[in-house]
């Protein structure tokens, strides 16, 4: 169950998406998601608190979880949310800053059309009620990097409100059993944002940097647990986690800490904590017991955000001016849950390759790329672009956008298998070979390496029939029905050819002269006691 809250913030130009989830939890067994962290031979505080949570106790009792989320994600835009100044990521600290931003007497915000186009969509991709008419708000709190001592934000009446996101997971045991949840979205909001501080721990310095690059995703997690059925429990707030693992890290963590603490006769502060990436754990920053006043009040210097549809939109009304939802709405790209479903559908995909087809950046536009050139069947090339390639690129840590193997390489590749010029072992030499060699073609390396199937079948036949008559106990146990005995004869033939010939050609061969032959031992020029007339 949820109660997400998904606001938009910006420095210019940032949001957060925050979303409430609950789930149910035992006090017992390492949650998913554990990690190790310390020296090797030693515990790590995470092990630590996992062995005591496995401790079984008497009466021991279900928890369950209760998580919100405030996600701020930058908006991708030219300029700032409140201001021209550029925006541009690692720039110089203080190189991109405008009166405004800095907070001089007399400066005015102007509102970034971008921004709010890019907040509508976000609030439709959601599934959210877009509020026609939206309000500003100021939220005061004097900190250094707030110069102007107050933040403009959406506090009363934000642009987007009561939406839902419905993602897949992959479960069971060979994960392969994909499972549809749903998360309430609170509200979206665009949001002013400070600035960064940057501690110089060497002179005992703080500087501020009124550019804002702190990356381009940060996340707040709210955290309680309490028994089902019971009210809700103490809540912890793990401020400006940056990436998805390390939220997920510390969720883990956190619950886990709370289900301890509290079993163990201890109480939950309501205070905030950091997570420390190098410990595996979070740590106390500063309590909560006194709420924060931010005095809000409207922002006297920006009127109410209205917005339009195409049936309210004013006649002869300048579209420079006036920002249409259901155009936007037109504007949106197909969204995963779709492009999910057509996959499926048009390859007979399982639903679980798809999760991954789209999870991967750039692996799904480089599928595409190798079905528009190969004649090989979309189920094969589900399996190599899956299997194969992803496999090579994870050994190596790598992008899909940093492969050496490039999507027509692949799909000549696959040709080459599809109409049966090389086996399936020397498909897969030849994808190494264009791993390790950028320039070369798949058909150069097979050329090269010699490694063609034999196209020859009298010459084929002839081998088979050497074999069969080299092993006449192998071919004793083939007519015994023994399974194993046809596949020692192939991978001898195999082995012959230099793996050259295809297995499901030699194992036709091989059948066909067993049942033409009139053998019940060794064949009839090496039989004891033989005489020629």
């Not at 600290?93 to 509102?111: C, H, I, K, Q, W």
């Not at 001592?149 to 009446?157: E, P, S, V």
Request: aromatic letters at 6%.
């Amino acid at each position: 169950m949820a109660a997400p809250v998904l606001r938009c913030c910006c420095p210019g130009r940032r949001w957060a998406l925050a979303c409430i989830d609950r789930g149910s939890r035992h006090g017992r067994g390492a949650p998913p998601g554990s990690w190790f962290c310390g020296k090797r031979g030693q515990r790590s505080v995470v092990q630590q608190l996992l062995s005591a949570a496995q401790k079984l106790r008497k009466g021991e009792r279900e928890w369950t979880a209760v998580v919100g989320l405030e996600i701020h994600a930058q908006i991708s835009s030219n300029s700032k949310l409140f201001s021209a100044s550029k925006v541009h990521f690692a720039a110089p600290p203080n190189s991109l800053v405008s009166f405004f931003d800095a907070s001089l007497p007399g400066t005015l915000p102007v509102l970034n059309r971008r921004c709010v186009e890019a907040a509508v969509m976000t609030g439709l991709a959601l599934n959210c009620h877009i509020n026609k008419k939206s309000l500003f708000d100021r939220k005061h709190y004097f900190y250094a990097d707030l110069p102007a001592g107050y933040q403009i934000t959406q506090q009363r009446l934000p642009i987007a409100v009561n939406g839902s996101l419905v993602y897949s997971v992959c479960a069971g045991k060979k994960q392969n059993q994909v499972i549809s949840k749903t998360v309430r979205i609170k509200q979206i909001q665009l949001e002013q944002d400070s600035g960064k501080t940057l501690h110089d721990d060497l002179r005992s310095q703080t500087l501020i940097d009124l550019n804002r690059a702190e990356g381009q995703l940060r996340v707040d997690a709210n955290i309680s647990v309490h028994h089902p059925g019971e009210p809700l429990g103490v809540r912890t707030e793990v401020k400006n986690l940056n990436s998805a693992r390390f939220l997920a890290k510390a969720i883990d963590y956190e619950i886990q800490r709370q289900i301890n603490e509290l079993e163990n006769g201890g109480e939950i502060l309501n205070e905030t904590r950091s997570f420390d990436y190098k410990l595996g754990c979070t740590v106390p920053m500063r309590d909560k017991e006194g709420k924060q006043d931010y005095r809000f009040i409207p922002e006297p210097n920006l009127p109410p955000l209205v917005l339009y549809d195409s049936a309210s939109l004013p006649a002869n009304a300048d579209p420079q001016q006036v920002i249409n939802i259901d155009q936007i709405r037109e504007q949106l790209p197909e969204l995963p849950s779709v492009t999910r479903e057509k996959l499926v559908q048009q390859y007979g995909m399982l639903p679980e390759h798809s999760l991954t087809l789209l999870n991967e950046v750039g692996l799904l536009e480089f599928f595409q790329n190798v079905i528009k050139e190969t004649r090989a069947e979309p189920k094969k090339v589900t399996s190599w672009v899956l299997n194969t390639f992803l496999g090579f690129l994870k050994q190596q840590n790598l992008a899909v956008s940093e492969s050496p193997v490039t999507p027509s390489a692949l799909a000549e590749l696959l040709n080459l298998l599809d109409r049966k010029a090389i086996s399936s072992a020397a498909a897969k030499q030849v994808f190494e070979e264009l791993w390790r060699n950028e320039g070369k073609t798949p058909a150069q390396i097979v050329s090269e390496k010699q490694l063609e199937l034999m196209q020859d079948q009298e010459a084929l036949e002839q081998l088979c029939h050497a074999m069969m008559e080299e092993h006449p106990q192998v071919v004793m146990d083939m007519k015994k029905g023994n399974p194993r005995a046809i596949n020692k004869l192939i991978g001898l033939v195999r082995k012959a050819t230099v793996n050259r010939a295809d297995p499901t050609v030699i194992k036709e061969i091989l059948e066909k002269q067993l049942s033409s032959r009139n053998v019940s031992g060794p064949s009839d020029g090496h039989r004891s006691g033989a005489c020629e007339t």
